[in-house]
């Protein structure tokens, strides 16, 4: 488990500008889980690291015991899913252009449907952003054309890549760094958002972000929404976890605020979005 002395002194704390509260959580927590740290460890050396754990316990409102009782969900979740081997996969194919890794699951499926970015660019700070097209998805055709079993391991994979990513900012900007989502709702209808199969499967899909890569969203910003967003917004609040719904921005298409969005986050030459207000 390791007792105080041996974690909270270790220069890895300081690497991510923890305060001495934290530090000293992060030294129980590992005292509580104990040798079960230690096997999970020997599965996958991430969990070894500072800026991992600290993210468990800032989803638990850094409280131990809480954090300790969600450990076995995630642990379980990954098993599930062989996320240990998906890691060691990413690891060994890792490329800073995440649709060159050829371990990707359906990749030509995803990439012809899933209009996505995950890297679209670093801010000064160290949040990674990305941007997604969600407006120009074909959901239903999407849906048919994948089962629910590799559209989730698919998932599993982005969300190994995020995490490599994430840890490498994290260690380059000294702090822990998380994901700022652009979502470009310019073209959705409501015959796609309301498509059963995909909100079952976004459903499942935020189940597992929220218990397995907790703490990984800064903020999630929506833009170019649609006049039907008012009833779209309804049917997906109650599958989204409310700490995500308090990091969530929406922006009206004139708005001076999207467009303020748009220059603090986006290459002024970038053509993935367009402000169209």
């Known amino acids: 488990g390791g007792g105080f002395g041996s974690f909270s002194l270790r220069p890895a704390s300081a690497e991510f500008g923890l305060d001495a ?17 230690d096997a999970v460890i020997r599965r996958n050396p991430d969990f070894s690291t500072d800026d991992r754990l600290v993210r468990f316990l800032r989803a638990n409102q850094n409280d131990v015991q809480r ?27 890792f490329s800073e252009t995440f649709w060159d890794m050829d371990c990707l699951p359906k990749r030509d499926v995803m990439r012809k449907y899933y209009l996505f970015t995950p890297n679209h660019v670093v801010t000064r700070e160290g949040a990674l952003v ?58 959705l209808h409501l015959s796609q958002a309301t498509c059963p199969t995909g909100l079952a499967r976004f459903a ?11 703490e990984t969203l800064e903020r999630l910003v929506v833009i170019n929404i649609p006049k039907a967003f008012g009833i779209i917004f309804r049917v997906f ?11 969530l921005s929406i922006t009206s298409r004139s708005s001076r605020q999207q467009e303020e969005v748009l220059t603090q986050y986006l290459n002024a030459a970038d053509l993935v979005i367009k402000h169209k207000g």
């Not at 097209?133 to 998932?155: A, L, P």
């Not at 499942?204 to 907790?214: A, C, E, F, G, V």
């Open 204 to 214: 499942k899909i935020n189940r597992m972000l929220h218990d397995t890569y907790p």
């Open 130 to 187: 990305s941007v997604e097209c969600t407006g120009r998805v074909n959901i239903r055709q999407f849906m048919k054309e994948i089962t629910e079993k590799d559209v989730i391991r698919f998932w599993c994979y982005l969300m190994e890549w995020n995490m490599q990513k994430l840890a490498l900012l994290s260690r380059k900007h000294s702090r822990i760094v998380s994901m700022i989502q652009i979502k470009d709702l310019d073209g």
């Open 67 to 93: 954090t300790v009782k969600a450990w076995p969900v995630m642990l379980q979740w990954r098993a599930e899913m062989g996320c240990d081997a998906i890691r060691a996969q990413v690891e060994e194919q």
């Open 237 to 247: 609040k109650p599958l989204l976890p409310t700490r995500t719904i308090k990091k």
């Open 21 to 37: 509260r934290e530090i000293a959580q992060l030294s129980e927590l590992r005292d509580a889980l104990g040798a079960g740290l």
